[in-house]
């Protein structure tokens, strides 16, 4: 394999901590093992303080944040049901097409790209339908748009509705709280914020979300992803019951990864995106690019980026790569061809990671 | 993370080469970088080896081999189609009952536990229902048992039946020919035979497969298996359209497993196989204890023993583990309690482990 050495700031995977690497290399216990299932506690343990829940139901699918998405929607969600779904990118648009999918009769509330979905909007969207999900993206990793939620779960709390929010690029990124905002059920990814390599999507479902699961008329329509058989093994009580092989390796990477995260503290590495972002922010402002998240809504982790007029956006990310070894992510959707998706995840983000992209941009800018 | 040193002769996960170990710890590249997509190439040539077919459509799916049986099955069965199912153990009905969740009639041909299924029994059933699918389990992991395939795939060959295999625990370990036995779609495990860890699905899918995806009336349920979709990302055709963040480092090491599987040959493995397969089974027979597989039809990665009346299981298991750190695997369904699934696969298919596990047997056996 010819593995050409690289910063990575896109939208993800990040660039992982040698800890994980070391952690993902150790030779590997059996699934039932007696000393793997306290790691697989340990780790439910430590998602749930980087969740800020108590649930107890809150553990890593066994597949990507995208499977994530789906473990959430296809449990929660039975054939005819109503579900409302914020679209403000692509993200939003896959959590309607997977409630779809589900067989859920679906009802989007959407804003332009680049922007927040007002909450009040959402929130009468939510009373209108009465949907038995109602489903956010909280970090938009195709706009850079950080969705404002506090609100929406207060208002929701107390109805017959779940809600349901995609964390995949925000957890330990920016603030998430679970408990606090009233979510009934969440979703991450590792190759973002977290920095572990991609396979595993943390989930976490509260007390509301798993009675809901328990007293279905219909099977969930996935048998990875079926909350029931996955508790069997989960869960010391369900009696360890085998059900699917688990990602020993990938696990041992996240429990790494993980301990990285609460030794930092969750606190300071929200600090530490939030400075990096704003110097980024600012640094391509005074280079003139327009940053196309609406103003007050910004990601700090994601950010978005128009180029000038006329630019290759795909040559000069190519240049970005080759010449310096610096890899961002190109635009999706309505930004495809005219901006960039530039990250500061995790262990990607650092100060000095923010110098070099902002030099090298400019360097391309100078040399136009 | 407390992680003793253990020998994994249990149903897999086996014990990983250390240069698998090494790949994964390599930093990463991003799931669209040029250097990356040339190694997700290769590994689907790989693939292609071992699965012995040409079929386009080969690569690994991203989660454990229970989503492969899963993408097999949501992208060729629609609602209201009829499938036909050899169950003889615990993997024969999990594949009835995901065609179930995916809205199939399922019919069932079945053999005791223990034995294979007969194959024009199966044959004379798929003549009968003439399902749109008839799947088999290949390498019975519950039971030990090796399932002849050739002349139910030369049978169903030119009917409008598609034949799906599960290889998860035969790939690499016993013979497997795709394209000779007129197989339209298969899927496999990394972690037995061969020796990745856990978490992703070798699948691979015919043309006459293929089509059948794309004349679909009904999108797939799983938006996450949906192939259509992933054959955007897979395929160079395809103009590699993101889809979901592909597990690189998993597929790191699934890189370096495949490579040592091919630098042995896939003859001389699965000789090595059959030979310390034997070598066990005749070393147990020569103890006293009886194999669970009828005769003819034993898998050599795959043994199950019955142990003495009066054994309690569990705890000989625990004391081998706790006294030579060796995991055999407990019994499942009707095996539970009164026997043990002892593996040898891809790099625990050794003879020093042979030796090992029956030496250790013998001691317990003695001190009763």
């Not at 993902?24 to 699934?31: D, R, T, V, Y």
């Not at 007050?296 to 180029?307: A, C, D, E, F, M």
Request: some cysteine; charged content about 20%; overall charge negative.
């Amino acid at each position: 394999m010819h593995l050409p050495d690289r910063i990575l700031m896109g939208p993800g995977p990040s660039d992982v901590h040698p800890a994980v690497l070391r952690a993902m290399s150790a030779p590997l216990l059996g699934h039932l093992d007696p000393d793997f299932l306290p790691i697989l506690d340990e780790i439910n343990d430590q998602l749930r303080q980087l969740f800020r829940t108590s649930n107890r139901v809150t553990f890593p699918v066994s597949a990507t944040g995208s499977a994530g998405m789906e473990a959430v929607v296809v449990n929660l969600v039975e054939p005819g049901d109503t579900v409302v779904v914020g679209v403000k990118g692509v993200f939003g648009s896959r959590m309607a097409e997977v409630a779809r999918r589900a067989g859920a009769t679906v009802h989007t509330v959407e804003a332009p790209w680049g922007n927040a979905i007002d909450p009040q909007t959402f929130i009468d969207a939510v009373h209108r339908h009465e949907p038995v999900l109602a489903g956010l993206v909280h970090a938009e990793t195709s706009t850079g748009v950080h969705q404002p939620v506090a609100d929406i779960g207060a208002a929701l709390a107390g109805t017959d509705t779940l809600f349901a929010l995609d964390c995949v690029t925000s957890l330990a990124g920016v603030d998430v709280r679970i408990d606090d905002w009233h979510i009934d059920a969440a979703y991450a990814g590792t190759q973002k914020c977290l920095s572990v390599p991609p396979g595993l999507s943390p989930v976490t479902f509260s007390d509301a979300a798993i009675e809901r699961v328990r007293n279905r008329s219909t099977p969930v329509q996935s048998w990875y992803l079926d909350l029931t058989l996955l508790l069997g093994y989960l869960d010391a009580e369900g009696g360890r019951t085998y059900h699917h092989t688990a990602p020993i390796s990938m696990l041992y990477g996240l429990h790494a990864g993980l301990d990285l995260v609460l030794s930092e503290g969750l606190d300071a590495r929200v600090a530490r995106h939030e400075r990096l972002g704003r110097m980024l922010h600012d640094g391509l402002a005074s280079l003139g690019l327009p940053l196309l998240a609406e103003a007050g809504h910004r990601l700090p982790q994601l950010t978005t980026v128009g180029l000038p007029e006329g630019v290759d956006e795909a040559k000069w990310r190519t240049r970005l790569q080759d010449e310096h070894g610096i890899e961002v992510g190109g635009g999706l959707g309505e930004f495809a061809g005219r901006a960039w998706r530039i990250g500061l995840m995790g262990h990607s983000c650092q100060e000095r990671n923010v110098l070099l992209v902002l030099e090298a941009i400019e360097r391309l800018l100078s040399a136009r």
